[in-house]
């Protein structure tokens, strides 16, 4: 259940896609009333989904699946995604009606009174932030509370979402006797009795002690009374939670030894569907950019997430965003290459990695990581400027964007390995220059991929590991399996120049410009202007203070040829190819 619809997706034993369909919940369920599958209500926070809604999606689905001609009987096992942070309200008795639901009747009819909050919260929703105070204080503040839970307190997250419920309707949290996600209720369903969170997409509730993988017992006193027996205990995302629901063996003849494992949120699925390894980064470059990284000792910060890896518990992943991202990229092009991306391409091309010093990072709206706006410019003297010249400014903007998510990445824990790959998708990774410099940044191979489906295919892979014939193979072997997709190109990073600002390895960035990116930054007063003057005087201020600077610029430190080439090669599972 992907935020604005329901998606199946079902793979042979080679892993091959063999069939696909989708139920829309604005186009197929207009009775709902809802754009985009949501209520947005009159304060303009508050965001909700009808969960009826959900459930007779998945029952028109499952007909439309019949109706095809689907064999269910050689279902082997499954499991699903669901939109993180979303929440849902089991009233008392609701177990009883999943443990005994007629195959005569679809679920819908038959689950209408089981819910006791009928509109639940969702993602969009940030209606919360007095209870993300609340929370935050009462752990001993922000970072106490990232480093617990993987992060800081957000309007959506989970735990603040049940925090306003039990403050705001207390007699609707008294009469519930489950709380689930979207993707452990979607599992509910096919269990026929409720499903336990897993490690991965609970650690999206700021609830989840990610390091014991138990409940945070000060967040659960914080955001509500009697919560844990609420929540259940979580279990390890790769579990097999049991065999499917009598239901839908009699209804639509799936086999009574067909599994269930554990469903989990949509962005860890994702990790699973385009198959990162340790050490990899896949980056989507879209209206805005968003990093998802696979960690082994992650270190919890203000910015980003963390959450427990849906592949390996020993393991986590990160996920960062930056709102600046094809927006940002598409008003430079406008203004310094006459609106050609061609001739953007072309100045990327005429510039030297490192762009001779000159630096820039561009915010036009406020961004995420970190909290700042403006834009800020700085000569190779460390001068604040007010503009560059048309191709120095383009190559600016793009390094700029991705040295900071390279800090940001390794804020986190991250660190590039000599096996590590960059998997990108998304409109601008449809331009190669932009890539080529995505690739020297990090100092790694870049590839290209198709992640149409990713959420709904890394379920289907998850499904596909729990078969006894192949739990002794690890998941990343799995993915690497034949049949499975690969990128469509490589680029390689090259060498850096000695008169290079920017670039790998990383510490050749000054800890003056991490700290300035990293360091949250609220603005307040004076609108866009002030707050941009504000952010570049702190900018400024840090890197006129860096003492190492001078003999900083002049170190060079590039790996050979060679080496790159080497590194290249040992991106084993992939398929190198060329356009």
Request: hydrophobic share 40%; net charge neutral; with cysteine.
């Amino acid at each position: 259940m992907i935020r604005s619809y329901v998606k199946v997706v079902a793979v042979d034993a080679a892993m091959n896609v063999f069939y696909e369909d989708s139920v829309h919940f604005d186009r197929d369920l207009p009775e709902f009333g809802t754009q985009g599958g949501v209520h947005v209500h009159q304060d303009g926070l508050t965001v909700t989904s009808p969960v009826l809604m959900w459930v007779q999606a998945l029952d028109i689905l499952l007909e439309k699946m019949r109706a095809s001609g689907f064999d269910f009987s050689r279902v082997l096992a499954l499991s699903g995604a669901g939109q993180q942070h979303g929440s849902i309200y089991w009233k008392a008795g609701a177990s009883r009606v999943l443990t005994s639901l007629s195959p005569d009747l679809p679920l819908h009819e038959q689950l209408q009174a089981c819910f006791s909050i009928h509109d639940c919260p969702v993602w969009m929703d940030s209606s919360t932030t007095a209870q993300c105070r609340q929370l935050e204080a009462a752990v001993g503040g922000a970072q106490a509370l990232s480093c617990l839970t993987g992060s800081r307190a957000y309007e959506r997250f989970t735990g603040n979402q049940i925090a306003k419920i039990y403050q705001q309707n207390p007699e609707a949290y008294s009469h519930t006797e489950r709380i689930s996600l979207v993707s452990s209720f979607a599992a509910s369903l096919f269990l026929g009795s409720y499903c336990p969170i897993d490690y991965s997409d609970g650690s999206g509730m700021n609830l989840l002690q990610i390091q014991d993988k138990v409940w945070a017992q000060a967040c659960l006193g914080a955001c509500a009374p009697h919560l844990e027996e609420k929540l259940g205990p979580p279990v390890p995302s790769c579990s097999v939670v049991g065999p499917v629901s009598s239901y839908y063996v009699q209804r639509y003849g799936f086999p009574s030894g067909c599994k269930v494992v554990a469903f989990t949120g949509d962005n860890p699925a994702s990790l699973a569907g385009m198959r990162l390894e340790e050490g990899d980064i896949a980056i989507s470059l879209g209206t805005s950019d968003t990093l998802f990284l696979w960690l082994q000792e992650p270190t919890p910060a203000l910015e980003g997430h963390i959450f427990c890896s849906p592949v390996d518990p020993r393991h986590y992943m990160a996920l960062l965003c930056f709102k600046n991202g094809s927006l940002m990229r598409e008003k430079i092009r406008d203004e310094s290459a006459s609106g050609s991306w061609s001739e953007f391409s072309k100045a990327l091309r005429s510039t030297e990695m490192g762009n001779g010093g000159n630096l820039g990072f561009y915010f036009d709206v406020k961004e995420i990581t970190p909290e700042m706006i403006g834009r800020h410019r700085f000569s190779p003297e460390n001068r604040e400027v007010p503009a560059f010249p048309a191709d120095v400014e383009i190559r600016a903007l793009i390094e700029g964007q991705f040295l900071a998510k390279r800090i940001h990445a390794e804020g986190l824990g991250y660190r590039v390995l000599p096996k590590t790959k960059i998997l990108a998708t998304g409109g601008a990774s449809h331009n190669g220059d932009i890539l080529q410099v995505l690739a020297d940044v990090f100092g790694a191979p870049v590839y290209v991929i198709d992640t149409a489906n990713s959420a709904c295919v890394g379920s289907a892979y998850r499904a596909f590991h729990a078969l006894p014939r192949v739990c002794l193979v690890s998941m990343e072997c799995l993915l690497y399996a034949g049949g499975v997709r690969g990128p469509r190109r490589q680029w390689r990073p090259r060498p850096w120049p000695h008169r290079a600002r920017q670039g790998p390895p990383s510490h050749l960035w000054p800890e003056t410009v991490r700290s300035a990116l990293r360091e949250p930054m609220v603005l307040r007063g004076g609108g866009a202007g002030e707050g941009a003057s504000q952010a570049s005087a702190v900018l400024g201020r840090r890197l006129s203070e860096d003492k190492r600077i001078s003999t900083w610029r002049e170190k060079n430190i590039p790996p050979s040829e060679k080496a790159l080439r080497q590194e290249g090669l040992k991106a084993t599972g992939w398929l190198e190819c060329s356009e």
